[in-house]
């Protein structure tokens, strides 16, 4: 163990020296494991040297506000020169580099070419995300990607004003691109917008990223949420729709059971109408309408409630062949 601080450049050297002293040397390590990507089953090895094919994998996403997209890698073998054209196996597509540059802290140099076992970063390169594998087209590898962690906690997340909900979209965007273990998406019940992350220290350098970086300020809280009901007993239900204004009329009618399902079962609509009573045409528009009611039924009386585990059956519907359509088949049960 070595003592010291990064702060006031105390141990510094000793830990430099120690990493020289203790841990294996880049030649002692086995060369690189990839698979060929025209035969998967087929393992080829990429060793550490400048004058091999070249190979490289992606490892980090990072925007950055002055240079924009920068994507960081690891030369693996082979050498990679500004204006060279690199291949990615995953998206099966080409792509110039323009610029290339090594940042080392807060300092940023451009160069010109990277070696085996450099690390530096591409500018503008579209296309990729954090484990693609960089390689020569005419000798195409697949290096196997880092793995990460899913995520142990997450939260609702929603800007304070209605003009940053396009903003937020796109920095979390941007961010799930930088970070793997980082993930955003929308729930379908509830329609809340959901961070997830490794931690709530994680999500809360998210947020903050969001107000310096993109300029949002947003609220953070505890998901909500989504009950779930259903039906005790059977009932039996009649919709009518009858209007006439003027020309063609519209015209339905429609008879429904409604019974509680197998748990787990979801929603079922069950067509029990025999002998061509009505076009056929006219049967998903009243399975479609079930299953809206359904997501839509008690709303008010137990917030987010959705119904699950039902049965629709269709006993009997009435059509009018000048006034019927489709677009009609509502019911109100």
């Known amino acids: 163990m070595i003592g010291g601080s990064a702060l006031k450049n105390i141990g510094i050297q000793y830990l430099v020296d120690a990493v020289v002293d203790y841990l294996p040397s880049p030649l002692d390590i086995p060369p690189a494991k990839g698979q060929w990507t025209q035969i998967r089953t087929s393992r080829w090895k990429r060793r550490r040297m400048t004058m091999a094919i070249f190979c490289s994998l992606a490892f980090k996403l990072w925007s950055d506000p002055f240079v924009g997209k920068l994507v960081f890698f690891r030369v ?12 990615n196996p995953r998206t099966n597509k080409r792509e110039r580099i323009s610029r290339l540059i090594q940042i080392q802290a807060d300092k940023r140099e451009d160069i010109e070419t990277c070696y085996s076992g450099d690390i530096a970063a591409i500018v503008g390169i579209k296309n990729i995300t954090t484990g693609d594998t960089l390689c020569d087209e005419d000798h195409p590898i697949l290096l196997e990607p880092p793995s ?8 609702a997340i929603e800007p304070k004003t209605k003009l940053d909900q396009e903003k937020m979209a796109i920095a979390l965007q941007r961010l799930a691109e930088e970070d ?13 917008t959901i961070i997830a992350g490794m931690g709530e220290l994680h999500l809360e350098i998210i947020r903050d990223r969001m107000f310096r970086e993109f300029k949002v300020d947003a609220n953070a809280g505890k998901p909500q949420i989504a009950y ?30 409604v019974r509680p399902a197998e748990r787990s079962k979801g929603l079922l609509v069950e067509n029990k109408i025999v002998g061509g009573i009505i076009p056929r045409e006219y049967i998903p528009a009243v399975k479609k309408e ?10 008010a009386v137990i917030l987010l409630s959705m119904l699950r585990s039902i049965s629709f059956t269709v006993r009997s519907t009435k059509s009018i062949p000048a006034n019927s359509h489709s677009k009609w088949r509502r019911f109100s049960p």
């Open 228 to 257: 779930r009901e259903t039906i005790t007993t059977n009932a039996h239900g009649v919709g009518k729709l009858i209007k006439q204004s003027g020309g063609r009329g519209q015209y339905g009618h429609v008879e429904v059971d």
């Open 290 to 299: 079930s299953k809206k009611r359904c997501s839509t039924a008690c709303s």
């Open 148 to 155: 990460f962690p899913d995520p142990v906690i997450s939260m």
């Open 180 to 192: 793997p273990t980082f993930r955003v998406y929308t729930h379908e019940d509830t329609g809340q």
């Open 76 to 87: 693996y073998s082979g050498t990679l020169s500004k204006g060279d054209t690199v291949y």
